[in-house]
């Protein structure tokens, strides 16, 4: 049980280039979450999907676009990356809105 | 969603109890308390939550006022595995959309050998 896989775990970009997260959670979750987390500061929502094939905005979705094509899945790309969109990516899933959220183990993107 | 209040740091001597305050003053009823922790480098960690009563599982004990305007979060023995950021948490217990887990910037707690 793999739990919540994030690919990759690393990644420099150029300022414009594009890129694609993978989530991957064996849980058989509906909820997936896709946060950001800046030095010094909590997480923030990016984007969240409830189910497979639904999507949602959180808090800070400018920039970013996801899509839930299966149900164990869910993607993060930048379209046009940015140096203010250098973080650390975390995604997470969760069984149901009342229990824990299992998180990934992150994807640190530097943007240069 | 309601906000929570968390000291910024706090320390510990090894194998002693610590207590992590939260302030949560405008709890809805339908708000569960949750608590996360993040070590270095690694995603958050789900460590217990709870909503009215208090709770235990084999990581932490939940402390919950009657009021519910606060809560704590007891390790009984602190090792220096438990050194992390602490967050508290207040997540909606029904469905309004992401049911999101708001992070603030929750409480780092140092454990002393």
């Known amino acids: 049980n793999a739990g919540v896989t994030q690919t990759p775990k690393f990644r420099v970009l150029k300022t414009g280039q594009s890129m694609t997260l993978l989530c991957a959670q064996d849980?058989?979750?509906?909820?997936m979450y896709w946060y950001r987390q800046d030095p010094g500061m909590g997480l923030r929502l990016i984007h969240y999907?409830?189910?497979?094939?639904?999507?949602a905005k959180g808090e800070v979705p400018d920039g970013y676009n996801v899509s839930r094509l299966k149900k164990q899945n869910f993607l993060l790309g930048l379209e046009s990356a940015a140096p203010s969109q250098t973080s650390v990516y975390f995604c997470?899933?969760?069984?149901?809105?009342?229990?824990?959220?299992?998180f990934g183990q992150g994807t640190r993107l530097t943007v240069v | 969603d309601a906000k929570t209040t968390q000291p910024n740091s706090m320390e510990s001597n090894e194998e002693e109890p610590v207590h992590l305050p939260c302030n949560h003053s405008?709890?809805?009823?339908?708000?569960?308390i949750h608590w996360y922790r993040q070590l270095p480098s690694q995603g958050p960690e789900y460590v217990i939550h709870?909503?009215?009563s208090n709770v235990n599982n084999r990581m932490a004990s939940l402390a919950i006022a009657e009021d519910r305007k606060s809560s704590t979060l007891i390790l009984h023995r602190a090792t220096l595995r438990d050194a992390a950021v602490y967050y508290c948490?207040?997540?909606?217990?029904?469905?309004?959309?992401?049911?999101?887990?708001?992070f603030g910037t929750g409480t780092r707690l140092t454990v002393i050998p």
């Open positions: 997470a899933s969760s069984y149901s809105i009342v229990v824990e959220a299992f």
């Open positions: 849980m058989n979750h509906e909820y």
């Open positions: 999907s409830v189910g497979e094939g639904t999507t």
């Open positions: 405008t709890i809805s009823g339908t708000d569960y």
């Open positions: 709870g909503l009215t």
């Open positions: 948490i207040l997540r909606e217990g029904f469905q309004t959309g992401a049911n999101n887990l708001f």
